[in-house]
């Protein structure tokens, strides 16, 4: 069972760091940049 | 570029609703769905499932594994697709480059979880981390060849020779997908073969429910990410075009007060 905890944490892990990493790059340049109204927004 | 230049004066938005980032409505329904289905196939995959006659317990990484590699398969093939869009006169378009671009960093992380969760299970099924089969060395491959394509997309000088460039690379990784997925079936491997893509599937039941289950969870996983890396490379676009500009309004308002 050690391993299947091992496998799942690694995913699970890896992709939300990924996420969190994306999602903070995106809002540090939004700070960054002038306000614009963007599709999204 | 579309993007225009700021006017001279404009400065940096302060923190607040408009600098949001990349979330919005759509993200934010993405990634909920995501969570839930990721939630739902953990709880029956690791509680609800039975062991497996033959793999015991280690059967329960077939909810996180095959998933994997299927998304790294489905982001590697859009980034193709966007790849051949972008070279194409006619539909040439940096939203493609952008796609390409954002696909192929999101395949990367999937066939990483895919080549560390197929590891730990080949540890314990095989007794080894690794061999060089002709499955797992074709994974490796693919990833260290779409590692690459991202190093030739930091490469600096002009936007649109990068693309193309990017674009010919992608072009040319690309038939390692359909190899690899073949592997199994072309040679005599470690690996097991398909279990879900044959005319007899050999999974049933829970098992069968909770595999399909996770690939609906990675896939919502895989597009949330998708949309907010696309995104960053919207902003980061626009920061290439305008941050110049801001910067030195910055350095004015900062000398003028």
Request: charged letters at 15%; a positive charge.
């Amino acid at each position: 069972m050690n391993y299947v905890a091992a496998g799942w944490s690694a995913a699970i892990v890896l992709i939300g760091l990924y996420g969190w990493r994306t999602i903070r790059r995106g809002r540090v340049l939004a700070r960054n940049l002038p306000p614009k109204d963007e599709t999204w927004r | 570029m579309a993007a225009t230049a700021p006017p001279a004066q404009t400065v940096a938005a302060p923190p607040g609703p408009a600098s949001c980032g990349t979330g919005d409505l759509t993200t934010r329904v993405l990634g909920l769905i995501a969570a839930v289905t990721g939630a739902l196939t953990a709880y029956l995959g690791l509680v609800f499932t039975p062991r497996d006659a033959v793999q015991g317990q280690l059967v329960r990484l077939i909810y996180v594994h095959p998933a994997a590699a299927t998304t790294c398969y489905v982001g590697f093939g859009l980034c193709a697709v966007a790849s051949v869009a972008y070279l194409w006169p006619r539909t040439r378009h940096r939203r493609w480059d952008r796609l390409a671009a954002a696909s192929g960093e999101v395949g990367v992380l999937f066939c990483i979880v895919t080549l560390i969760t197929g590891s730990i299970w080949g540890r314990a099924s095989w007794g080894v981390w690794w061999t060089w089969d002709a499955r797992l060395t074709l994974t490796a491959l693919l990833c260290a060849v779409f590692i690459g394509y991202l190093a030739v997309r930091r490469t600096t000088g002009d936007p649109d020779v990068r693309a193309k460039r990017s674009a010919v690379f992608a072009l040319l990784c690309i038939p390692i997908v359909p190899i690899d997925h073949e592997a199994t079936t072309w040679w005599t491997t470690l690996h097991q073969g398909n279990t879900l893509f044959r005319s007899n599937p050999s999974i049933h039941g829970s098992q069968l429910v909770t595999m399909l289950l996770s690939f609906v969870a990675f896939g919502f996983g895989f597009a949330w990410l998708m949309v907010h890396r696309y995104r960053v490379e919207v902003l980061e676009d626009r920061y290439d075009q305008e941050g110049f500009a801001v910067a030195i309004a910055e350095r004015r308002a900062e000398g003028s007060g």
